[in-house]
């Protein structure tokens, strides 16, 4: 089980922002819910989930990709569950600073000073063969947790524009910008982490070419000195890659900022089967203490897929199951969700995307059975 800072168990009434967004964002979120209504009854929770509408279900509904009473309800809330948003159809047709990523994700990120990201990606073994990688490079089992910085970085830093140069030339700009607070914030998160796992920490960076990379490293090698218990590496990013391809097994924990955290957790997702098995947790700090966070599945909103009952909704259902640790500190409830999902994998329910028919045991489901099924689980 992961640990970063658990909260002491909020029992009293705990109230939740459903924010299930695009393409196939209601159909998982439907399932997550009802995991926690399952796992609401068994623990005794008082959980008051408000669902409201987000990324183009907010411009449809209100005219914004997050609405004003959205943000109002997140703000009263003690997190956010979270879907995903963005229609690659319609996204062009409305100015960029108004399209669901930026207008409702990045702002929601800002809003709530969401600085870190923390994505776990754990290849079960009975989807070993759902896995990119031969048998004998996933090891004894892939176990990785990726903490990213969100909040600065290429995806925040000034200036960022487009621009005319003449002769109907033009230029984009965009700019990595980093502060040391911002580093060592982040850092302690991931040795926090490394802590409680195996001890190890890799921290990616591109300081053989990069400012950001040089200062990255400097930062990160002072803090590792308070946790002399974490061994520390330093990586560079293009290794990083090939690494994870090769040698999957080496990394405990990959500290990155923030679009090398993208683009890695995006690889080291397919390690684990599919985006649809990933959950995430971008949590901000209330007085020093990681608490309030957005949960949500790594992938997007997958509209090849959307209203047809394929997604998988265990991402979706295992993003709740952190919701329910780290904010809330039932780490009971959010494990017994965990051990319903490992319970309906063994028993050999796939949705599409981890469906194999070399795999014999293997029943394929749509999202909603797969949703019962781990319900079903949770409730026995
Ligand atoms: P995507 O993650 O939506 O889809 C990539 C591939 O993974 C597709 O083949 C899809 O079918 C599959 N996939 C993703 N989640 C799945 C699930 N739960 N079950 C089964 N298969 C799943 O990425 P994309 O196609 O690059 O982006 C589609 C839209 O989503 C874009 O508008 C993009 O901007 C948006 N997006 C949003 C978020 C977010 O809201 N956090 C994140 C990434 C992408």
Redesign the pocket.
């Known amino acids: 089980m992961l640990k970063v800072e658990l909260k002491e168990p909020m029992s009293n009434s705990i109230q939740i922002a459903a924010l299930a967004?695009?393409?196939?964002?209601p159909e998982?979120m439907r399932e997550a819910i009802k995991v926690l209504r399952v796992a609401e009854k068994k623990f005794s929770l008082s959980l008051q989930i408000t669902e409201a509408p987000v990324?183009w279900a907010g411009i449809d509904a209100a005219g914004a990709a997050l609405p004003d009473a959205t943000l109002a309800l997140c703000k009263k809330s003690d997190a956010i569950l979270?879907?995903?948003?963005?229609?690659?159809d319609r996204?062009p047709t409305i100015p960029k600073e108004q399209?669901?990523?930026r207008a409702?994700?990045l702002r929601l990120r800002k809003e709530f000073g969401l600085f870190a990201n923390l994505r776990p990606v754990r290849l079960s073994k009975h989807l070993a063969h759902a896995c990119p990688l031969q048998p004998e490079r996933q090891g004894e089992g892939i176990d990785i947790l990726v903490v990213r910085e969100l909040t600065g970085g290429m995806y925040f830093g000034q200036p960022k524009l487009t621009e005319e140069i003449g002769d109907g030339r033009r230029r984009a700009i965009d700019t990595m910008v980093y502060t040391t607070p911002e580093i060592e914030r982040i850092a302690h998160v991931g040795f926090r982490a490394a802590r409680s796992r195996r001890k190890k920490l890799t921290s990616i960076d591109k300081a053989n070419v990069l400012e950001n990379g040089i200062l990255w490293r400097e930062v990160v090698t002072r803090v590792g000195k308070e946790y002399p218990d974490v061994e520390l590496e330093h990586m560079f990013v293009d290794n990083g890659a090939m690494q994870l391809m090769l040698r999957p097994t080496q990394f405990d924990v990959m500290l990155c900022e923030n679009m090398f955290g993208d683009i890695l957790s995006?690889e080291a997702a397919a390690l684990a089967g599919?985006?649809?098995?990933l959950p995430s947790a971008s949590l901000g700090a209330t007085s020093g203490e990681l608490t309030f966070g957005v949960y949500?599945?790594?992938?997007?909103?997958?509209?090849?897929?959307?209203g047809k009952n394929?997604?998988?909704?265990?991402?979706?259902i295992l993003s709740a199951a952190m919701m329910l640790e780290f904010s809330f500190g039932q780490a009971k409830a959010a494990n017994a969700i965990h051990e319903a999902v490992q319970r309906v994998i063994a028993d050999g329910l796939r949705?599409?995307?981890?469906y194999t028919p070399l795999d014999t045991k293997a029943k394929k489901v749509g999202?909603r059975e797969m949703g019962d099924a781990v319900a079903a689980a949770v409730a026995s």
């Not at 979270?82 to 690659?88: A, E, K, M, N, Q």
């Not at 599919?274 to 098995?277: C, E």
């Not at 949500?296 to 959307?306: L, S």
């Not at 394929?310 to 979706?316: C, E, K, R, S, V």
């Open positions: 967004g695009d393409g196939i964002g998982v990324g979270f879907g995903s948003v963005g229609l690659p996204d399209r669901p990523e409702a994700l995006d599919s985006l649809g098995m949500e599945p790594a992938g997007g909103t997958a509209p090849d897929i959307a394929l997604a998988n909704p265990l991402a979706q949705t599409g995307d981890i999202t």
